[in-house]
C-alpha cells in the first residue's frame, strides 16, 4: 500500500534507520549497555549517546516544528531503544523499532505460533497502519487512578499489565512562558498513575536546550533543573528523573512555531474524537542508499553532559527503572535483561 508522506512518516524512516544501523534488529545485536571497570568494581550502565545525537538531528532536518510531535519523538525512540539494549523483550517495549508501534502481548503470542500463511495475513493487517479501536498504534493510553493518560515508553503485556511507564517532554524555547506548566503537569500525572500502577518503575524524562543555560534564562534554567531533582525523591511519584541537554549551533534554522507539543489530554482521556488516530504513520520506503545519504546530511546535536547533576543523569535513570522492574518481578521474568545484567563486561 502506498505511504502517505508526512513530517512523521519520514522522521520514522529515519529514526528506524538509526536504530537498525546500530543493531542488527534482533535483541541479541544489541549492545549490552552493563560494565564494570573491574572484576570487582561497581556495576555501570553505559548509554548509547551517538544514538541519541542522530536522533535529535532528524528534527532540525526536516525542520519539524514542536506540534508535529517530531522533536519529542526522538526522545521515546532514544528511550524505548535503551531498554531493548538492556535487555526487555522488544516487541513488550513501546514504540517498537517498526509498526505498530504498539503491539499487545497478546497478539505477539500470536503471531509467534501462527502459520506461515496465517502470519502473511496478521502482518498484512498490523502493518497496514491501521489502529484498529487503538489497540495497535503510535500511542499508548492509560488508566491512572483518576484518568487516562498518554505515555511515551511504555513495557506492558496482559499478565503484568504496565511494567514501565515513562513520560518525556522537550524544550527547546519559550522557557520563561512554559517551564511551570510542563513540570507541574508531569507531577500530576506521577501521582495519577502511581495510584493505579504502584509496582511499576515510573520515570520522566526531561529535554531542556542548552540556550536555557545562557545568562538570560539561567535563573529558569536552575529553577527547572532543581524542581526535576526533587520530583524524583517521593515514593507515590516518580522512581527516576532524567536530564538531556542537547546543544547545537544557531546556524542550524530553528524548527517553526512554538514550543508546544501535539498532546491533546482529553483526546487521551477518549473525551474528544483524535481526527489521526484511525491510522498510524507509517515510514516511508525509501532505498537504503537514499537514507544513508540523508543521514549523513544531519545537523550535530551535542549534548552537555557537564552541566547534568549526577541523580538526573542517564547514567542513573536507566539503571534505576531496570533495577526496579527487575526487583519487582519473580526471577523468571525477564530473563535476559537478567542475563545482561550479570554478565556486565569489564
Known amino acids: 500500500m502506498a505511504v502517505e508522506r508526512s513530517l512523521k512518516s519520514e522522521a520514522w524512516t529515519l529514526f528506524d ?31 548509547d549517546y551517538d544514538v541519541l545525537q542522530q536522533l535529535l538531528g532528524v528534527p532540525l532536518l526536516l525542520q519539524a516544528a514542536s506540534q508535529s510531535g517530531v522533536p519529542a519523538l526522538a526522545l521515546d525512540v532514544w528511550t524505548a531503544y535503551e531498554l531493548r539494549r538492556a535487555g526487555f523483550e522488544p516487541d513488550l517495549v513501546w514504540p517498537r523499532a517498526n509498526p505498530p508501534r504498539i503491539l499487545p502481548s497478546t497478539l505477539v503470542a500470536l503471531r509467534r505460533e501462527a502459520t506461515r500463511e496465517q502470519l502473511r495475513v496478521l502482518d498484512a493487517m498490523l502493518q497496514s497502519g491501521k489502529t484498529y479501536s487503538n489497540e495497535t498504534g503510535a500511542n499508548a493510553n492509560i488508566l491512572g487512578k483518576n484518568y487516562v493518560k498518554q505515555v511515551d515508553v511504555v513495557m506492558s503485556a496482559w499478565s503484568t499489565g504496565p511494567e514501565i511507564m515513562i513520560s518525556t517532554k522537550r524544550m527547546d524555547s519559550s522557557f520563561g512562558k512554559n517551564a511551570a506548566n510542563r513540570v507541574e503537569e508531569s507531577y500530576g500525572d506521577a501521582k495519577n498513575l502511581r495510584s493505579r500502577h504502584p509496582q511499576a518503575a515510573l520515570g520522566f524524562l526531561y529535554s531542556l536546550r542548552s540556550t536555557a543555560l545562557t545568562p538570560q534564562f539561567a535563573d529558569i534554567a536552575a529553577w527547572i533543573i532543581d524542581l526535576l531533582g526533587k520530583l524524583g525523591r517521593e515514593d507515590d511519584a516518580y522512581d527516576a528523573v532524567c536530564l538531556v541537554i542537547p546543544d547545537w549551533s544557531d546556524e542550524v534554522p530553528p524548527p517553526p512555531g512554538g514550543d508546544e507539543d501535539d498532546e491533546d489530554p482529553l483526546v487521551s482521556a ?31 546535536v551535542g549534548l552537555r553532559r557537564d552541566v547534568v547533576p549526577a541523580n538526573l543523569s542517564p547514567e542513573v535513570f536507566f539503571p534505576t527503572i531496570v533495577n526496579r522492574v527487575l526487583d519487582n518481578s519473580p526471577v523468571n521474568f525477564h530473563r535476559e535483561a537478567r542475563l545482561r545484567r550479570e554478565q556486565a563486561s569489564v
Open 270 to 300: 477518549g473525551v474528544q474524537a483524535d481526527a489521526s488516530a484511525e491510522e498510524e504513520p507509517l515510514p516511508l520506503p525509501l532505498p537504503e542508499d537514499e537514507l544513508d545519504q540523508r543521514l549523513r546530511t544531519l545537523p550535530h
Open 17 to 47: 534507520r538509526i536504530v537498525e544501523r546500530a543493531t542488527g534488529g534482533e535483541l541479541q545485536d544489541y549492545s549490552n549497555p552493563w560494565n564494570r571497570e573491574s572484576e570487582e568494581g561497581p556495576l555501570r550502565y553505559n548509554p
